[in-house]
């Protein structure tokens, strides 16, 4: 992905929309409202357990698999 991604999504509707980040932090887009994504210009370093597996994480919340 290059640096310069950027990518906007614009509310164009008359009716807000929500926003939720990581399923924590909500925000409410009203009608012409953007909001902008783009790459950090900061990394940052995660740690997670070794026992915890990200994609049964994944697979549950999700509920892949189930028919």
Do not use: C
């Not at 906007?8 to 509707?13: E, G, L, R, V």
């Not at 887009?29 to 997670?48: E, G, V």
Request: net charge positive; proline share 1%.
């Amino acid at each position: 992905m290059p640096v310069d991604f950027k990518i906007n999504f614009k509310n164009i509707h008359k009716k807000s929309a929500l926003v939720i980040i990581d399923g924590h932090d909500t925000y409410e887009l009203k009608q012409d409202d953007i909001i902008t994504i783009q790459i950090a210009s900061s990394k940052a370093k995660l740690i997670h357990r070794v026992q915890r597996n990200y994609f049964e994480v994944l697979n549950k919340k999700l509920n892949w698999g189930t028919a």
